[in-house]
């Protein structure tokens, strides 16, 4: 993709799952990619095999200090940032409404809102500071755009993730940042856990393309997004969900037969 090689690249969240596939994409593409996340010991691993050189950080994007550090430790390795993948969030409880905590909800929405403002925000003082101009890609859900009856506080950050998005492209735009969103489907990854898996490999035999994603089908998007090929872009959701979001729930064909919802409903008093 052109305009990928020799540039910098942070991707938070990057120990496993889409970061860590989309670090390893953009190094294939010739970036220098900065992974950042919590576990300091996979995302070193993550580092280390990357094809070209990169670094592991071990930062919390949900505090201005983990942002200061990941941000400081590829500036001091590399020079500069030209891409940023704001990817790293977390699941939080499956606790149906009356049940959800606010702590639980506060501690999601630091992760997946707090950490994306604070991560665009140092994007757009990094690119000032360099007298460049860069891109940037969220990682959004299919949660940004549907609803459910668990993962309450998950789908709400990720809702809050759109706004974020828009209102960065809208700032963005006339200094020459482009910054777009990937909007991921059913794609198993250790954020779910080993049951939760299972349960999203079962759902995603109802969408169109009859299987689960995988971390490269959307890291394949994210490095479109960051490239120069995607130069007239910005503010966009770009679904990567096998068609999961077209899906009718009212007829056979569109994946209803797959659900007993009697006995989902039923589960819910």
């Given at each position: 993709?052109?305009?990928?090689?020799?540039?910098?690249?942070?991707?938070?969240?990057?120990?496993?799952?889409?970061?860590?596939?989309?670090?390893?994409?953009?190094?294939?593409?010739?970036?220098?990619?900065?992974?950042?996340?919590?576990?300091?010991?996979?995302?070193?691993?993550?580092?280390?095999?990357?094809?070209?050189?990169?670094?592991?950080?071990?930062?919390?994007?949900?505090?201005?200090?983990?942002?200061?550090?990941?941000?400081?430790a590829?500036?001091?390795?590399?020079?500069?940032?030209?891409?940023?993948?704001?990817?790293?969030?977390?699941?939080?409880?499956?606790?149906?409404?009356?049940?959800?905590?606010?702590?639980?909800?506060?501690?999601v929405?630091a992760?997946n809102?707090?950490?994306?403002?604070?991560?665009?925000?140092?994007?757009?003082?990094?690119?000032?500071?360099?007298?460049?101009?860069?891109?940037?890609?969220?990682?959004?859900?299919?949660?940004?755009?549907?609803?459910?009856?668990?993962?309450?506080?998950?789908?709400?950050?990720?809702?809050?993730?759109?706004?974020?998005?828009?209102?960065?492209?809208?700032?963005?735009?006339?200094?020459?940042?482009?910054?777009?969103?990937?909007?991921?489907?059913i794609?198993?990854?250790?954020?779910?856990?080993?049951?939760?898996?299972?349960?999203?490999?079962?759902?995603?035999?109802?969408?169109?393309?009859?299987?689960?994603?995988?971390?490269?089908?959307?890291?394949?998007?994210?490095?479109?997004?960051?490239?120069?090929?995607?130069?007239?872009?910005?503010?966009?959701?770009?679904?990567?969900?096998?068609?999961?979001?077209?899906?009718?729930?009212?007829?056979?064909?569109?994946?209803?037969?797959?659900?007993?919802?009697?006995?989902?409903?039923?589960?819910?008093?």
């Amino acid at each position: 993709m052109r305009g990928l090689a020799g540039k910098v690249a942070v991707v938070t969240g990057a120990a496993g799952g889409i970061g860590a596939a989309t670090a390893r994409r953009l190094a294939d593409e010739g970036a220098h990619v900065v992974a950042v996340d919590t576990d300091a010991d996979r995302v070193r691993l993550v580092a280390k095999s990357l094809a070209t050189e990169g670094a592991g950080v071990e930062a919390d994007v949900s505090t201005e200090d983990g942002v200061a550090a990941y941000v400081d430790a590829a500036v001091s390795r590399f020079g500069r940032i030209d891409l940023h993948h704001l990817n790293a969030g977390i699941a939080g409880s499956l606790a149906l409404l009356p049940d959800l905590s606010p702590d639980e909800f506060d501690r999601v929405m630091a992760v997946n809102v707090r950490g994306v403002f604070l991560g665009i925000r140092a994007a757009f003082r990094q690119f000032a500071a360099q007298g460049s101009v860069g891109n940037i890609v969220l990682t959004g859900s299919i949660g940004s755009l549907r609803g459910s009856a668990d993962l309450l506080a998950y789908q709400t950050s990720k809702h809050a993730v759109v706004g974020l998005l828009r209102g960065a492209a809208m700032y963005g735009g006339p200094l020459g940042v482009r910054v777009n969103a990937v909007a991921p489907g059913i794609v198993p990854t250790d954020l779910f856990g080993a049951s939760g898996q299972d349960d999203m490999r079962r759902r995603a035999s109802s969408t169109p393309l009859r299987r689960a994603g995988t971390g490269d089908d959307v890291a394949g998007v994210v490095a479109f997004l960051l490239s120069d090929d995607a130069a007239y872009m910005t503010g966009e959701l770009v679904s990567v969900d096998g068609g999961a979001n077209i899906v009718s729930t009212v007829r056979p064909s569109g994946g209803a037969g797959a659900w007993d919802f009697a006995a989902h409903d039923r589960s819910l008093y």
